[in-house]
């Protein structure tokens, strides 16, 4: 009998057993396409908030700079150009939003466009807009980044549930092998155990949909253990056809590293953001005649994300990073003794950074 076939009416007779008097391929299409829609759902709302934080982090970052620009060299015609890049990374970040993001967006947006109206018209109000501008953006980043752990706590998630079926594939195909080659039906049983309680594992982190699905599974791998007892002719294509079952699901999971490593790198670009956003703090702080525990609190704060992204980088930018991270270190001990050379050690600072950037995104 054909293998497939054979299959077909295994699950067939497991599905009419609880009731269900609808066909295999039928159930298994269904079962597959909800899965799919899940999967692709929580791939999508990721792989958006991902792109959200980060466009808003460049919205910051442009806000500052703008900010900087305006209390430095007075340069109206560049706060302006910033402020227009800051829109165009808060238009980006609209689109990859949700609906209370976005009305959020929509307001900072409104507030950047009355800003610009200031600037033009000389209105002294300008600066303390500006100010209020880069709170604002802060604020609506603070939100993007909650919504970011809870989107990556769902991604996480589906990771460890590919991993337990992979386990649970390597178990079954090891039971074949047991009863096909060892001619052990004792190691097969084993083997089955193993994959029935990687069912399990999988299950504490599937989705409600797929939890029912592989408790299903895991009754299948309970009946095998039954059959290998009796010493059935039937053990090998039951373990053929749950191996199959399980491909199905681990299918659905095959984007999901690569989608790991994409947001990885979207990670990685947001803390670079973050540090030259804090460098930026530290320099306007500094000029402010801020107390030196704040100017002191933004270095560190940028360090720290220099800091972190060491473990993600190649040898060649963990040096650049450990330079940074060094540099940022003498310019605290300027900000320290009060030393006039503080200012332009921070300003060195920004300049490195951006070459930093800037030789990352050519691939230099």
Request: neutral net charge.
């Amino acid at each position: 009998m054909n293998p497939i076939f054979k299959k077909n009416i295994t699950t067939t007779l497991l599905i009419c057993s609880l009731g269900l008097c609808i066909s295999s391929p039928q159930v298994l299409a269904q079962a597959n396409i909800h899965q799919e829609v899940l999967q692709k759902n929580t791939k999508q709302n990721w792989q958006d908030t991902i792109k959200s934080q980060l466009k808003l982090a460049q919205a910051k970052l442009s806000l500052l700079k703008a900010q900087n620009e305006l209390w430095f060299t007075k340069n109206k015609e560049t706060t302006q150009q910033l402020l227009n890049e800051s829109l165009k990374n808060l238009e980006d970040a609209w689109k990859s939003s949700d609906s209370i993001t976005r009305a959020q967006i929509k307001d900072l947006t409104h507030r950047v466009d009355q800003t610009k109206k200031l600037l033009a018209q000389k209105n002294k109000d300008a600066m303390f807009e500006m100010n209020s501008l880069v709170d604002h953006s802060q604020s609506i980043l603070n939100t993007a980044l909650i919504q970011t752990q809870e989107k990556r706590g769902d991604f996480k998630n589906e990771v460890s549930t590919q991993y337990a079926l992979l386990i649970a594939k390597g178990a079954e195909l090891k039971a074949i092998i047991a009863l096909e080659v060892d001619q052990s039906p004792e190691k097969a049983f084993q083997e089955i155990v193993k994959a029935e309680h990687a069912y399990q594992q999988a299950s504490k982190t599937a989705n409600k949909a797929l939890a029912k699905e592989l408790s299903l599974l895991k009754r299948r791998a309970t009946d095998i253990q039954r059959s290998i007892n009796d010493h059935s002719n039937a053990s090998k294509s039951q373990i053929e056809s749950l191996i199959s079952a399980t491909e199905a699901h681990i299918d659905g999971y095959q984007k999901a590293i690569e989608q790991s490593s994409e947001a990885d790198l979207v990670r990685h670009r947001y803390a670079q953001i973050e540090a030259q956003s804090a460098l930026l703090k530290a320099k306007l702080a500094l000029y402010s005649n801020e107390t030196s525990s704040i100017v002191l609190s933004y270095l560190e704060e940028s360090k720290g994300w220099y800091n972190s992204l060491k473990s993600q980088s190649s040898t060649q930018w963990h040096d650049q990073l450990s330079n940074m991270s060094i540099h940022i270190d003498e310019a605290k001990e300027f900000v320290h003794s009060k030393d006039t050379q503080a200012r332009t050690k921070i300003s060195e600072l920004l300049e490195q950074a951006a070459v930093i950037v800037k030789k990352e995104e050519s691939g230099n």
